[in-house]
């Protein structure tokens, strides 16, 4: 099982930008899909973004599609979440999971993933 370590969260006002970071250990780059999830008080974890080992599959769910920017760097074993034009409704403890895969795929749902890091929290507020 992969162990995952999230960071970057913090407090920003609305309209502002954070970068989380997903680091990754026993990272194997060609079969390891990456998604982030959100779970705000007294609701269910959503999916936000994952994308899949090669790159070439992303998905965003659509309340970020626009303002949110998944990326991966391999050689540092980290997965990114750039947040831009943050909102109130953006707030929530953001969590990255990873599941093996040999196809190159990803998926936003929750069951997916195998394996989850312990969160970070994002606050946008004024």
């Known amino acids: 099982q992969l162990q995952l370590v999230e960071s970057g969260g913090g407090l920003v006002q609305p309209g502002g930008s954070l970068r989380l970071s997903c680091v990754v250990s026993g990272f194997t780059s060609d079969y390891t899909a990456i998604g982030w999830f959100r779970q705000a008080p007294g609701k269910e974890r959503e999916g936000v973004s994952c994308?899949?080992?090669?790159?070439?599959?992303?998905n965003y769910a659509d309340s970020v599609k626009g303002r949110f920017t998944i990326s991966r760097d391999d050689a540092k074993n980290t997965v990114y979440l750039q947040m831009n034009s943050l909102k109130p409704e953006d707030t929530g403890v953001y969590y990255c999971a990873s599941r093996r895969t040999s196809y190159n795929f990803c998926n936003p749902n929750v069951a997916w993933y195998d394996s989850w890091g312990q969160g970070t929290q994002v606050t946008v507020s004024s």
């Open positions: 994308i899949s080992s090669s790159d070439t599959r992303i």
